[in-house]
């Protein structure tokens, strides 16, 4: 998709990220287990349910959860 300017790229990415989110996040329900996966999430909404957060946030949720290293 031709874009006019940087500008425009937000309407590309926006549609992007939340499509493939819910993907990802399944896929890690899978890899994790249901219930590593849902301690990881519950923990991650409490630590940042008054701030913000990015995706290493996240990570690092999911690697407290697991005991695994998930930056390999």
Do not use: I, Q
């Not at 301690?39 to 409490?46: E, G, I, L, S, T």
């Amino acid at each position: 998709m031709p874009l006019a300017n940087l500008a425009a790229a937000g309407s590309v990415f926006t549609d992007l990220v939340y499509c493939t989110a819910p993907v990802v996040l399944r896929c890690a329900e899978r890899e994790f287990g249901a219930t590593k996966y849902r301690h990881a999430v519950r923990a991650f909404v409490r630590r940042h349910e008054w701030g913000a957060a990015d995706w290493g946030d996240l990570v690092r949720a999911f690697e407290r959860a697991t005991g695994r290293d998930l930056r390999a």
